[in-house]
């Protein structure tokens, strides 16, 4: 069974760096094809694609946050960290944390989502 | 970037109703567009993958067409369970891409 969960800060401060963790099991991030991604969702807003690690440690991030953010992975853990660096008010909403196989980069898999705040 | 245009951006319908979402890439993506169903306070939901793959547990009267640039996802007798907001979303380059929702109410 596939199950993510994603964990950090619920409030954060204006220019403060944000760390998110997914914690996933029932799949291996060793394994070919297997990816994690990060996305958020402004509250009643679509969805944005933040970026992706895949099995071979092969990283890609959204063109216009990519130099805010940095996504890494600890196996031995079954981790995947995210950091946003500056965080603005506009940062805030739900960030998901999602499974891709197959490296079709289409996510079957979905945590719940973790609510972020940044506000002074 | 691939810019995803959904339309319309919602709809009203009723229960047995017959509904056809449509989503338009800026650029050509092959077959590699999925739809998502989100209900509110719930995480999205995988309907269909490579713009026609109905995924596992998925009911039958979700349907998925369309290569290139126009995709539609097609819900053939609404069901109450199916009120909620569909997202499609390129899977063809990166950055990944995601059309703006299309609420059915």
């Known amino acids: 069974q596939v199950t993510l969960r994603e964990s950090g800060p619920a409030l954060v401060k204006p220019t403060q760096t944000l760390t998110l963790t997914c914690t996933f099991s029932g799949f291996s991030l060793k394994t070919s094809g297997m990816c994690v991604s990060w996305i958020r969702q402004p509250p009643g807003k679509a969805l944005e694609w933040l970026a992706l690690?895949?099995?071979?440690?092969?990283?890609y991030y959204s063109t216009s946050l990519k130099t805010r953010l940095t996504i890494s992975k600890d196996t031995s853990k079954n981790q995947v960290v995210l950091t946003m660096t500056n965080v603005d008010p506009v940062d805030t909403g739900t960030y998901f944390c999602a499974r891709t196989a197959s490296g079709s980069a289409q996510f079957d898999h979905w945590g719940r989502g973790v609510l972020v705040t940044v506000s002074a | 970037d691939i810019q995803m245009t959904q339309s319309p951006s919602s709809v009203s319908a009723s229960v047995g109703d017959r509904v056809t979402i449509t989503c338009r890439a800026s650029?050509?993506?092959?077959?590699?567009l999925a739809w998502y169903q989100q209900r509110p306070g719930e995480a999205p939901k995988l309907l269909i993958s490579s713009a026609f793959n109905l995924q596992s547990g998925v009911p039958s009267r979700f349907s998925g067409t369309g290569s290139g640039t126009d995709f539609a996802l097609t819900i053939s007798s609404l069901q109450p369970e199916d009120f909620a907001t569909y997202f499609c979303q390129q899977a063809d380059s990166f950055p990944i891409t995601f059309g703006h929702g299309t609420r059915l109410e």
């Open positions: 690690i895949d099995w071979d440690e092969e990283e």
């Open positions: 650029q050509g993506v092959s077959s590699w």
